[in-house]
């Protein structure tokens, strides 16, 4: 080992004492709100790299018509995110509103990212899987605004594959954009990687200040003044060179003619310890997070079609977010047999009925009759408006999420009435007085009773 490394190695541990005396680099404590979080200078390393690199691919694109667009998209969602990454030794932890204020110009990215979808202009038309692709891409980007129970990393991970999907089929079906799709893959698991590191947990701010205060077209904190923090470390405690030992090769020969009993006194490990597979067949690799819902049989193509005066059907929507509106309070919707998509109903409507769906996700605004949930798998719904009824059946994992107060609470002063038979792992979660919303989960277990000649149930409660 040379003294270099050793001298680094001495810095490095004289670092990590220092931040383990001020209460650990997660619990922030006495964080200097100048000084840049670790995890935003790996990140912004990556969008130096790998991001600049996929900027480069899209500059390369083949005929694709608007690159200037898609490159200001681009780069305007992202260096948003790093102004906001920044903040995390600098501001207290924010509200939802001031967050969706802050990174306004990811979401307007976002925005554009679900008009390419549905554009008009025939040009961009052949380049749908792209398009898919991208929107996929910002979707993960909302990973910053993640706390518990919904992890940063699952979100970003769920967009990942997403992505990867999209890009595979680049690959097989067009080999011009097939660079194009190598540098966005490469760029999205490189973000993987840096939140996977650094943002479990989602990001822990630990400074003082509002960031609604803070300027959001300041650029972030330079690198160079934690580079600076670290030479003058290194400079107040040098570390002290060791003598290299010398190795006699006489008295090495001397416990080598030994024979067995050199290692007599070494400690002997038992054949049951030992790893009986080949290390070369051993990974090391974990697969955490959501897996996407698969289909025994192939699916036919998606199809809308209006069954009986009123009533919209959707059958056999597997990717992507669908927008569904033009509707009246006359109209209700049905959706079934759908895969890993996502709708959102942005008129008032009558009803929506959910059908032998899996992983599905759908939000809502105000419904004048009900919700109804039949068959289903990880299906959730976002209400935003008000619900009078939602009814659950027969039904695995389901989740219902009231986004606003103004949701649960009806007109009359009443909540949303809630009827399930037949579910399991069933949440429902209701917004409280601290802006945050708490998940409560649906009995699944009761205990019967019989007094007096009349029947009694009441729910199971377990004990921590």
């Known amino acids: 080992m040379t003294d270099a490394v050793l001298e680094r190695l001495e810095a490095v541990c004289s670092r990590l004492e220092r931040i383990a005396a001020k209460g650990g680099a997660g619990a922030g404590a006495d964080a200097d709100p100048e ?34 667009d898609l490159i200001k998209m681009i780069n305007d969602a992202f260096e948003t995110i790093m102004k906001y990454m920044a903040l995390q030794n600098k ?49 993960g980007c909302t990973w910053v605004s993640f706390y518990p129970p919904n992890l940063p990393v699952t979100h970003l991970k769920g967009a990942v594959e997403g992505s990867d999907f999209q890009l595979t089929k680049i690959m097989m ?24 590191t650094h943002y479990k947990m989602g990001i822990e701010f630990c400074g003082k200040e509002d960031i609604g205060g803070v300027d959001a077209s300041a650029p972030p904190p ?13 400079k107040e405690k040098v570390p002290t060179k060791k003598p290299k030992k010398k190795v006699d090769g006489q008295a090495m020969l001397a416990q080598l003619q030994q024979g067995l009993k050199a290692t007599s006194g070494l400690k002997k490990v038992d054949k049951s310890k030992k790893n009986k597979y080949n290390r070369a067949n051993i990974k090391g690799t974990v697969s955490v997070g959501p897996k996407k ?35 009246s309070l006359r109209n209700g919707i049905y959706i079934c047999n759908s895969l890993n998509c996502n709708f959102r109903v942005t008129d008032k409507i009558k009803s929506v009925v959910i059908d032998s769906c899996q992983r599905v996700q759908i939000e809502v605004n105000d419904i004048v009759s009900s919700i109804e949930l039949v068959n289903c798998k990880n299906v959730t719904v976002w209400c935003k408006g ?50 945050d919303r708490k998940e409560v989960a649906l009995a699944e277990q009761f205990v019967f009773s019989y007094k007096e000649g009349k029947a009694e149930f009441v729910a199971m409660e377990h004990g921590d």
């Open 35 to 68: 000084v840049p979080p670790e995890g935003y200078l790996e990140f912004k390393a990556v969008w130096d790299k790998e991001g600049k690199d996929f900027l480069q691919a899209c500059n390369d694109l083949p005929n694709y018509p608007a690159k200037e």
């Open 386 to 435: 008000k619900v009078p009824n939602i009814n659950l059946d027969k039904s695995e994992s389901p989740r219902v999420i009231f986004v606003t107060k103004d949701a649960w609470e009806l007109e009359d002063g009443s909540n949303p009435q809630i009827v399930y038979s037949n579910c399991s792992a069933a949440n429902i979660e209701i917004p409280d007085d601290s802006d």
């Open 293 to 327: 819902a698969k289909s025994k049989k192939k699916l036919p193509d998606p199809k809308k079609y209006k069954q009986g005066p009123f009533t919209w059907f959707y059958q056999y929507y597997q990717e992507g977010l669908t927008e569904i509106e033009g509707l």
């Open 222 to 234: 330079a690198q160079k003044e934690e580079k600076k923090e670290e030479e003058l470390e290194s």
């Open 91 to 139: 501001c207290k932890k924010p509200k939802m509103d001031d967050t969706v204020k802050f990174c306004q110009p990811m979401l307007d990215a976002m925005n554009k990212s679900q008009d390419l979808l549905k554009t008009r202009d025939k040009a961009l038309w052949k380049f749908d899987l792209c398009h898919r692709a991208i929107s996929e891409m910002f979707q």
């Open 173 to 196: 079906k067009e080999p011009k954009n097939k660079p194009w799709a190598q540098a966005m893959k490469k760029f999205m698991h490189a973000q993987l990687k840096v939140v996977e």
